[in-house]
T-cell receptor, first 114, second 115 residues
Framework: KAGVTQTPRYLIKTRGQQVTLSCSPI?????VSWYQQTPGQGLQFLFEYFSETQRNKGNFPGRFSGRQFSNSRSEMNVSTLELGDSALYLCASSSAKGAYYEQYFGPGTRLTVT | AQSVSQHNHHVILSEAASLELGCNYSYGGTVNLFWYVQYPGQHLQLLLK??????LVKGIKGFEAEFIKSKFSFNLRKPSVQWSDTAEYFC?????????????FGQGTILTVHP
C-alpha cells in the first residue's frame, strides 16, 4: 500500500502571501489530520477531517484552514503568511475504525516564509 | 486538556548501552499511547502503541514500552542501542475509546548513539 503523500515537499513564500498544501491519505483511510512541526513548539495539532467534515481543531488562528474532498484527499490553506508560519507541515491519515486509532504520517511540506 | 512531558531533550549513548526515555502525560481518563521515531531526513514512523491489555508493549526494532497507569507514564526502553537508532523520539497521547481525536505530542528526545 502506498503511504501518505504530500505535495509540494518544499515551498518558499513571502510574507503576506497565501499557500495551499495537499495531502493524499493511504488508500481506504478516511481521516486526515494536520500538524505543524517547529523547533520551538514541537508538533502541534492543527485540525482533523473525516468524511469531508472537520471534527477537531487545534489552537491556531483563523488564517489556517483546511478541507477534505470526497476521495479523502485534503488540503490546508494558510492566508496572509507570517514569518512564524515557517515550519514542517505534516499530514497523517487513519482508517478511524473503532477505538484502535493509529495515525500514519507523510513526509511533510517544508514551508519557508521570507 | 491533555499534555505530554518528555524529560530528556538530548540523550547521548554508546552502542550496546541500554536506553530508557521517559514520558509522562496528564489526563485522568482512558488514553491511547504511542511512541514515534523520526530518523534524520525521514518522516515520523510509529514505533509502538498501547490501547489496552498487557501494559508491556513491544514494537519494531527491539523497542518496548511499559504503561504504568498509577504514574501516568509510558517509558520507552531498548536493552542495547545501535548507531542506527540515532533519531528523535516522540511520545504521544490520545484520548482513548474513540475513533477520532488529536494526538498530543511531547517535545521530543534526540538520541545520539556513538559507534
Amino acid at each position: 500500500k502506498a503511504g501518505v503523500t504530500q505535495t509540494p515537499r518544499y515551498l518558499i513564500k513571502t510574507r503576506g502571501q497565501q499557500v495551499t498544501l495537499s495531502c493524499s491519505p493511504i488508500s481506504g483511510h478516511r481521516s486526515v489530520s494536520w500538524y505543524q512541526q517547529t523547533p520551538g513548539q514541537g508538533l502541534q495539532f492543527l485540525f482533523e477531517y473525516f468524511s469531508e467534515t472537520q471534527r477537531n481543531k487545534g489552537n491556531f488562528p483563523g488564517r489556517f484552514s483546511g478541507r477534505q474532498f470526497s476521495n479523502s484527499r485534503s488540503e490546508m490553506n494558510v492566508s496572509t503568511l507570517e514569518l512564524g508560519d515557517s515550519a514542517l507541515y505534516l499530514c497523517a491519515s487513519s482508517s478511524a475504525k473503532g477505538a484502535y486509532y493509529e495515525q500514519y504520517f507523510g513526509p511533510g511540506t517544508r514551508l519557508t516564509v521570507t | 486538556a491533555q499534555s505530554v512531558s518528555q524529560h530528556n531533550h538530548h540523550v547521548i549513548l554508546s552502542e550496546a548501552a541500554s536506553l530508557e526515555l521517559g514520558c509522562n502525560y496528564s489526563y485522568g481518563g482512558t488514553v491511547n499511547l504511542f511512541w514515534y521515531v523520526q530518523y534524520p531526513g525521514q518522516h515520523l514512523q510509529l514505533l509502538l502503541k498501547y490501547f489496552s491489555g498487557d501494559p508491556l508493549v513491544k514494537g519494531i526494532k527491539g523497542f518496548e514500552a511499559e504503561f504504568i497507569k498509577s504514574k501516568f507514564s509510558f517509558n520507552l526502553r531498548k536493552p542495547s542501542v545501535q548507531w542506527s537508532d540515532t533519531a528523535e523520539y516522540f511520545c504521544a497521547v490520545k484520548i482513548g475509546g474513540t475513533s477520532y481525536g488529536k494526538l498530543t505530542f511531547g517535545q521530543g528526545t534526540i538520541l545520539t548513539v556513538h559507534p
